[in-house]
C-alpha cells in the first residue's frame, strides 16, 4: 500500500464520529466570523448575465427522457440560465435581522466550498477566456483572456472547493463535505443541462495540476494565505451533434499565453482553528493524469412519476428540510419505489458517470405504504450481491421485495431509534418516510488509488442529488445528512473490517415550516440595485 492510499485511509478512521467523541471540530463557533459563501475576484473585467429567472416549459417528468426535450440556442442568456439553475441562488432566508441566501446546489451547512468557472473558446457573446460565476451578482469576472486563435471547444465548467469554508465550522470531517457538495454540484449541472437540452460529459482524464492551470489556481499570489482553491473536476457542456474531441492540451496552452487579471477578495474570517490534515488528505488524495472508460450510453428511464411541475420550479424550490413531521400520513408505495428506481446507474441522472456503481443504498424504512418498517438495501450492482451478503449480519432476510428494483427486505421491525442515533441523535432520521445510509465499496476501490476516495463521495453526493430533487417532484423534502456514527452504523450493519463503509445519510418525509423564517425572492436585490 503506498503512501498516499495510506494517509487517506488515515483520515478517513480519524475523522469518523463516534458514540463516545465526535471528529475534531473547533471548540466554539463565531457565528459573526462565518467566511464569505460569495467569492469575488478585484480587478478583473465584468460581464453582467442577463437577467435570472427564466421559466422554461420542460416538465421535470421530461427529463426521463432527455433526448425529447428540445435544444435551446447557445445564446449568452441560457449560458447565464445553466449557472443560475445549476449554481445560483434559489431564495433568501430572513428571521429578525439574520439574512442568508439559499442555492439551487446544497451544500453542508450552507457553507458553499465550491465555486464554478466557466471556460469559452470564444462565442458571439462571450469572449474567449476564464470567467469566475458570482452567484450572489449572477454575473462573470474574466479572470483570463485567451488570443483570438483559441481552439474550438465546447463551453466548459470548472468545479472548485474552498476547504476552509467547510473546516471553519465542521473541523478536519470538512474535506468529506466538500465532495459530498462537488456531487451536488455535478448533479445540478446535469439537471440544469438537460433543461435547456444539453448534456454534460465529465473530463475525468484530466489532471487536478492540468485543472489548477486552466482555471488559474496554481496562481497563488492571486488568493490570500490559507484560502486558495483546490481543483476537483472539467464538466464540458455539449449543445447538438457535438463530436469534436476534448483538447485540454490546447486549452493549457490558451492560458498560458492569455492575460490574466484580479485577485480574491478576502473571505473575511479569522483563521483561529487550523487543520492540517486537510492539507495532508488533499494532497494525498491529489489525481494524476487517467485513461477512463468510454461513458456507456444505456439509459433506463425510471417508474413512472406523477409531477406536473417544471424542471425549473422544482429545481429552484428545493431545499433542505430542517424538521419532519413524525405523524405523516404512509408515504405512497408508487412514490417510494419511483425514488428508489431514479437513483440506479442506468436513470437518466448518471448518463455521464462513467464508472460502475460503488454505492448501495441501506434504507430504514418508518412510514411507506405497503411496506413493512425494518431495514432495506437497494443494489446499485448487482454484482456486488454476494459480498453484500457475505459481510452483513446473519441474521440478514435478503428477501426480493419488487421484481421491478433490486431492493431487499433485511430486517422487519421499527427502526426509528436505530436510525435517530446513529444520526447523532438527530429526529430527522426517525420522523421521516425513510432515512437510508449510503455505503460504499470501500477497500476494493481505495487499493486502487488515493484520489479514488473523492470519486467515492462525488458518487454519494450525485445520489444526494437526484433525492433531493425526486424528493420534491413527489411532494416531499430531503436533506442529507453528513453527520452519523460511523462505525456504529457498520456494527448495526455487520460490517467488520472496511470492505464496505458508510459515507453520507439521507432522509425523506414531510418538512414542518417554521413560520418565523420569511422567504424572499432570490435576486430581488438585483432589482433594487
Same mark, same amino acid.
Given at each position: 500500500?503506498?503512501?498516499?492510499?495510506?494517509?487517506?485511509?488515515?483520515?478517513?478512521?480519524?475523522?469518523?464520529h463516534?458514540?463516545?467523541?465526535?471528529a475534531?471540530?473547533?471548540?466554539?463557533?463565531?457565528?459573526?466570523?462565518?467566511?464569505?459563501?460569495f467569492? %469575488?475576484?478585484?480587478?478583473?473585467? @465584468?460581464?453582467?448575465?442577463?437577467?435570472?429567472?427564466a421559466?422554461?416549459?420542460v416538465?421535470? $417528468?421530461?427529463?426521463?427522457?432527455?433526448?425529447?426535450?428540445?435544444?435551446?440556442p447557445?445564446?449568452?442568456?441560457?449560458m447565464?440560465?445553466?449557472?443560475?439553475?445549476?449554481?445560483?441562488?434559489?431564495? &433568501?432566508?430572513?428571521?429578525?435581522?439574520?439574512?442568508?441566501?439559499?442555492?439551487c446546489?446544497?451544500?453542508?451547512?450552507?457553507?458553499?466550498p465550491?465555486?464554478a468557472?466557466?471556460?469559452?473558446?470564444?462565442?458571439?457573446?462571450?469572449?474567449?477566456g476564464?470567467?469566475?460565476?458570482? $452567484?450572489?451578482?449572477?454575473t462573470l469576472?474574466?479572470?483570463?483572456?485567451? $488570443?483570438?486563435?483559441?481552439?474550438?471547444?465546447?463551453?466548459?465548467?470548472?468545479?472548485?472547493?474552498?476547504?476552509? %469554508? /467547510?473546516?471553519?465550522?465542521?473541523?478536519? %470531517?470538512a474535506?468529506?463535505?466538500?465532495?459530498? =457538495?462537488?456531487?451536488?454540484?455535478?448533479g445540478?449541472?446535469?439537471?440544469?443541462?438537460?433543461?435547456?437540452?444539453?448534456?454534460? /460529459?465529465?473530463?475525468?482524464?484530466?489532471?487536478?495540476? =492540468?485543472?489548477?492551470?486552466l482555471?488559474?489556481?496554481?496562481?497563488?499570489?492571486?488568493?490570500?494565505a490559507?484560502?486558495?482553491?483546490s481543483?476537483?473536476?472539467?464538466?464540458?457542456?455539449?449543445?447538438?451533434l457535438?463530436?469534436?474531441?476534448?483538447?485540454?492540451?490546447?486549452?493549457?496552452?490558451?492560458?498560458?499565453?492569455?492575460?490574466?487579471?484580479?485577485k480574491?477578495?478576502?473571505?473575511?474570517a479569522?483563521h483561529?482553528?487550523?487543520?492540517?490534515?486537510?492539507?495532508?488528505?488533499?494532497?494525498?488524495?491529489?489525481?494524476p493524469?487517467t485513461?477512463?472508460?468510454?461513458?456507456?450510453?444505456? $439509459?433506463?428511464?425510471p417508474?413512472?412519476?406523477a409531477?406536473?411541475?417544471?424542471a425549473?420550479?422544482?429545481?429552484?424550490?428545493?431545499?433542505?428540510?430542517?424538521?419532519?413531521?413524525?405523524?405523516?400520513?404512509?408515504?405512497?408505495?408508487?412514490?417510494?419505489?419511483?425514488? @428508489?428506481?431514479?437513483?440506479?446507474?442506468?436513470?437518466?441522472?448518471?448518463?455521464? &458517470?462513467c464508472?460502475?456503481?460503488?454505492?448501495?443504498?441501506?434504507?430504514?424504512?418508518?412510514?411507506?405504504?405497503?411496506?413493512?418498517?425494518?431495514?432495506?438495501a437497494?443494489?446499485?450492482?448487482?454484482?456486488?450481491?454476494?459480498?453484500?451478503?457475505?459481510?452483513?449480519?446473519?441474521?440478514f432476510l435478503w428477501q426480493?421485495?419488487?421484481?421491478?428494483l433490486? @431492493?431487499?427486505?433485511?430486517?422487519?421491525?421499527?427502526?426509528?431509534?436505530?436510525?435517530?442515533?446513529?444520526?447523532?441523535?438527530?429526529?430527522?432520521?426517525?420522523d421521516?418516510?425513510?432515512?437510508?445510509g449510503?455505503?460504499?465499496?470501500?477497500?476494493?476501490?481505495?487499493?486502487?488509488?488515493?484520489?479514488?476516495?473523492?470519486?467515492?463521495?462525488?458518487e454519494?453526493?450525485?445520489?444526494?442529488?437526484?433525492?433531493?430533487? /425526486?424528493?420534491?417532484?413527489?411532494?416531499?423534502?430531503?436533506?442529507?445528512i453528513?453527520?452519523?456514527?460511523?462505525?456504529?452504523?457498520?456494527?448495526?450493519?455487520?460490517?467488520?473490517? /472496511?470492505?464496505?463503509?458508510?459515507?453520507?445519510?439521507?432522509?425523506?418525509?414531510?418538512?414542518?415550516?417554521?413560520?418565523?423564517?420569511?422567504?424572499?425572492p432570490a435576486?430581488?436585490?438585483l432589482?433594487?440595485?
Amino acid at each position: 500500500m503506498n503512501t498516499a492510499i495510506t494517509t487517506v485511509l488515515t483520515y478517513h478512521n480519524r475523522t469518523k464520529h463516534r458514540l463516545e467523541r465526535y471528529a475534531k471540530g473547533p471548540e466554539s463557533i463565531d457565528w459573526e466570523d462565518q467566511p464569505d459563501q460569495f467569492r %469575488r475576484f478585484s480587478g478583473c473585467e @465584468l460581464l453582467t448575465l442577463p437577467k435570472p429567472g427564466a421559466e422554461l416549459a420542460v416538465l421535470f $417528468s421530461a427529463l426521463d427522457q432527455p433526448e425529447t426535450i428540445a435544444e435551446q440556442p447557445l445564446t449568452l442568456a441560457n449560458m447565464g440560465l445553466l449557472l443560475e439553475l445549476a449554481f445560483g441562488l434559489s431564495a &433568501w432566508k430572513q428571521f429578525g435581522p439574520s439574512r442568508w441566501a439559499l442555492r439551487c446546489n446544497p451544500s453542508s451547512g450552507n457553507l458553499h466550498p465550491t465555486e464554478a468557472y466557466l471556460i469559452s473558446t470564444g462565442h458571439e457573446a462571450l469572449k474567449a477566456g476564464v470567467y469566475h460565476y458570482v $452567484s450572489h451578482d449572477h454575473t462573470l469576472e474574466q479572470r483570463c483572456q485567451f $488570443s483570438d486563435n483559441a481552439p474550438e471547444s465546447s463551453l466548459v465548467i470548472g468545479l472548485s472547493s474552498v476547504h476552509w %469554508r /467547510e473546516a471553519w465550522k465542521y473541523g478536519e %470531517r470538512a474535506f468529506r463535505y466538500c465532495q459530498h =457538495d462537488l456531487g451536488h454540484a455535478i448533479g445540478a449541472l446535469r439537471y440544469a443541462a438537460v433543461t435547456l437540452g444539453w448534456s454534460i /460529459e465529465l473530463i475525468a482524464e484530466t489532471s487536478d495540476d =492540468d485543472i489548477a492551470q486552466l482555471l488559474g489556481l496554481n496562481r497563488t499570489a492571486d488568493f490570500k494565505a490559507l484560502e486558495g482553491e483546490s481543483p476537483d473536476l472539467l464538466c464540458r457542456i455539449k449543445v447538438g451533434l457535438d463530436n469534436t474531441d476534448f483538447d485540454m492540451k490546447s486549452l493549457i496552452e490558451a492560458s498560458q499565453a492569455g492575460v490574466w487579471s484580479g485577485k480574491a477578495d478576502s473571505l473575511r474570517a479569522y483563521h483561529l482553528y487550523k487543520w492540517p490534515v486537510i492539507d495532508d488528505v488533499s494532497l494525498a488524495a491529489s489525481k494524476p493524469s487517467t485513461k477512463e472508460p468510454l461513458c456507456q450510453a444505456l $439509459s433506463v428511464p425510471p417508474l413512472a412519476i406523477a409531477c406536473t411541475q417544471t424542471a425549473t420550479s422544482i429545481i429552484r424550490q428545493r431545499r433542505s428540510a430542517q424538521q419532519f413531521d413524525g405523524k405523516m400520513a404512509l408515504m405512497p408505495q408508487a412514490d417510494f419505489y419511483r425514488i @428508489l428506481s431514479a437513483v440506479m446507474p442506468t436513470a437518466p441522472a448518471f448518463q455521464a &458517470w462513467c464508472w460502475p456503481a460503488k454505492v448501495h443504498l441501506f434504507i430504514f424504512v418508518h412510514r411507506v405504504e405497503g411496506l413493512e418498517s425494518g431495514v432495506y438495501a437497494l443494489l446499485r450492482n448487482n454484482e456486488a450481491i454476494d459480498k453484500l451478503k457475505a459481510g452483513t449480519l446473519d441474521e440478514f432476510l435478503w428477501q426480493r421485495v419488487v421484481e421491478d428494483l433490486p @431492493l431487499y427486505l433485511l430486517y422487519r421491525g421499527d427502526c426509528r431509534q436505530f436510525a435517530k442515533t446513529v444520526s447523532c441523535h438527530q429526529p430527522i432520521a426517525s420522523d421521516s418516510a425513510f432515512s437510508l445510509g449510503m455505503v460504499a465499496e470501500f477497500s476494493e476501490t481505495m487499493a486502487e488509488a488515493a484520489w479514488l476516495y473523492r470519486r467515492l463521495f462525488w458518487e454519494t453526493g450525485l445520489i444526494g442529488q437526484v433525492l433531493y430533487l /425526486e424528493a420534491e417532484a413527489a411532494g416531499y423534502r430531503g436533506t442529507g445528512i453528513g453527520c452519523y456514527f460511523d462505525d456504529s452504523v457498520h456494527e448495526l450493519l455487520g460490517f467488520k473490517d /472496511e470492505q464496505f463503509q458508510s459515507l453520507y445519510h439521507f432522509t425523506i418525509g414531510k418538512p414542518l415550516e417554521d413560520k418565523r423564517i420569511e422567504t424572499l425572492p432570490a435576486y430581488e436585490h438585483l432589482d433594487i440595485l
